[in-house]
């Protein structure tokens, strides 16, 4: 059963290092997006791409973060000099279509900066 | 701008007994409606949405939604309900079709007691 694959599921790093968080989406599936959940918050949507391309990055800090799908391979987002505050939940979905009724989400990476 | 309301961030419950996660929101034009259940250490599962129709919405597991437009909610339910049960439930809105435009509540932790 090849859902979404979020890769790693814990992640601690040190104020000023670099994060990366990796996103396999479903097999078949060319739209990824991205949803940060801060301490008692809900999902917010960061970023959508589809292969190779950036559609929508206004859910995104316009500083240290970045996000990529290449053409191979998963998808890449990106946190540069890691503050306190990116200290949070990032989920990765997948859909055929950019489409809200068939999202399938993976299971998180949880970045804890110390 | 559209927002959810999770009232309720913990509700513990004992077997067999009924449930009601309570999921308030606020938009300016119609809206679509959805529940996700995350289980431990797992992804963001639908449970159920409500697009248009009958205001009545059944999901997986025996679950089941009532949109209440002059409420604006949209509380889930369960008659009677199973430890498999426990699990992290969000609420989410979106005024248009498109994954970006998905806004979730911060989450109602079910906890069903033996």
């Known amino acids: 059963n090849a859902g979404v694959m979020q890769n790693p599921r814990h992640l601690v790093r040190r104020r000023g290092q670099e994060a990366r968080l990796r996103c396999s989406p479903m097999?078949?599936?060319?739209?990824v997006y991205w949803y940060r959940q801060l301490p008692e918050e809900g999902l917010k949507f960061m970023v959508y791409?589809?292969?190779?391309?950036?559609?929508?990055e206004s859910g995104m800090p316009k500083e240290r973060f970045s996000a990529e799908f290449p053409k191979e391979g998963p998808s890449i987002l990106r946190i540069q000099q890691v503050v306190r505050g990116d200290s949070a939940a990032y989920f990765c979905?997948?859909?055929?279509?950019?489409?809200?009724?068939?999202?399938?989400f993976g299971s998180g990476t949880q970045l804890s900066v110390l | 701008a559209q927002s959810v309301t999770q009232l309720d961030s913990q509700v513990p419950v004992f077997e067999e007994a009924p449930v009601e996660l309570r999921c308030n929101y606020s938009?300016?034009?119609?809206?679509?409606l959805f529940w996700y259940v995350q289980y431990p250490n797992q992804g963001l599962q639908l449970l159920l949405k409500?697009?248009?129709?009958?205001?009545l919405v059944k999901g997986i597991n025996g679950f089941e939604a009532e949109f209440n437009k002059s409420q604006t909610s949209f509380h889930l339910r369960k008659p009677s309900v199973h430890i498999s049960d426990t699990a992290e439930y969000f609420c989410?809105?979106?005024?248009?079709?498109?994954?970006?435009?998905?806004?979730f509540g911060s989450g109602t932790q079910l906890t069903v007691l033996p």
């Open positions: 097999k078949g599936h060319s739209h």
């Open positions: 791409l589809q292969k190779e391309n950036i559609i929508d």
């Open positions: 409500y697009l248009s129709g009958s205001t």
């Open positions: 979905a997948s859909s055929l279509g950019d489409n809200n009724e068939k999202l399938f």
């Open positions: 938009s300016s034009v119609s809206v679509y």
């Open positions: 989410a809105v979106s005024e248009g079709r498109s994954a970006r435009q998905l806004t």
